[in-house]
């Protein structure tokens, strides 16, 4: 049932994307776009990446739809057409998706026990987590605990992106403030 | 039954994305995006039961609050076309 499933969805997100392509007012791309964002989360939920779905859902449909429509606000909403020629941007990105794709071939078939990356510190972390962390949830331990610093590195970075937008908005706001009062 | 409920659920998201792509209003498209999140809760919540684990079904909670953060968003942006827009602000 979950191949037929996955079928679905990921022509749905075949659609949509050829969709957002074509799609000329910007309006229609933001919810477009948040479609395919459900979209993937759902994917990911079949895949049993819950964890993941979640993100997808919260960054990817919420927040970032919130964020397009605030850049929309500054800029206009029909997408002009490039005056540039379109076959050089074509090639590279075809270029890049057939090594992608190239790429993929010598990855070890999906779900496969015995592929590299659980035969590597995996084992380790099923046999001793519950003993040398404490902590009852396997994903937990490893992100909290075994790549703490990881974990800790990516923190600051996101709080340091956070400090830098909310200064930039926090400038804009009190310039557009005396403007008025001018 | 959980087979068909997802067959439906499907079929209805299939329809919902056509809405969002031909829709020729923006109205329509608000409308078919807010329908594509309630489709994935249900999606989400049916294959939590298809599959024998329905413990994922609290995650299907924050989908719905994003949902409605972003269909408001939406529509914020349509009365005001301003997502800070404050009421209190603008009255003389």
Request: glycine residues 8%; neutral net charge.
């Amino acid at each position: 049932m979950e191949p037929i499933i996955n079928m679905a969805l990921l022509t749905m997100l075949a659609v949509v994307t050829v969709a957002i392509i074509g799609q000329r007012s910007l309006f229609g791309v933001v919810i477009l776009a948040s479609i395919y964002s459900f979209l993937i989360a759902s994917v990911l939920v079949v895949l049993d990446a819950v964890d993941v779905a979640m993100t997808e859902a919260s960054v990817g449909a919420g927040i970032s739809t919130v964020l397009l429509l605030a850049a929309l606000h500054l800029v206009k909403t029909i997408e002009v057409l490039p005056t540039q020629p379109r076959l050089p941007p074509l090639l590279v990105s075809a270029l890049a998706g057939v090594t992608v794709i190239w790429g993929t071939l010598v990855l070890p078939p999906f779900g496969t026990a015995d592929a590299p990356i659980h035969r590597h510190v995996v084992p380790r972390y099923i046999e001793r987590s519950i003993e040398e962390t404490n902590v009852p949830n396997l994903v937990s331990s490893i992100l909290a605990d075994y790549r703490g610093y990881d974990t800790l590195g990516e923190t600051t970075v996101i709080f340091t992106a956070g400090i830098g937008v909310l200064l930039l908005l926090r400038g804009t706001r009190r310039r557009g403030h005396n403007d008025r009062a001018d | 039954m959980f087979i068909a409920a997802t067959a439906a659920i499907l079929m209805a998201l299939s329809l919902a994305i056509a809405r969002a792509i031909w829709g020729p209003t923006v109205f329509d498209r608000v409308l078919a995006g807010n329908s594509v999140g309630i489709l994935a809760i249900l999606l989400l919540a049916v294959v939590g039961f298809l599959t024998g684990r329905p413990a994922f079904l609290d995650i299907a909670l924050t989908y719905a609050l994003l949902n409605l953060i972003g269909t408001l968003a939406v529509l914020k942006f349509f009365r005001h076309g301003d997502l800070a827009y404050d009421v209190e602000e603008r009255k003389p």
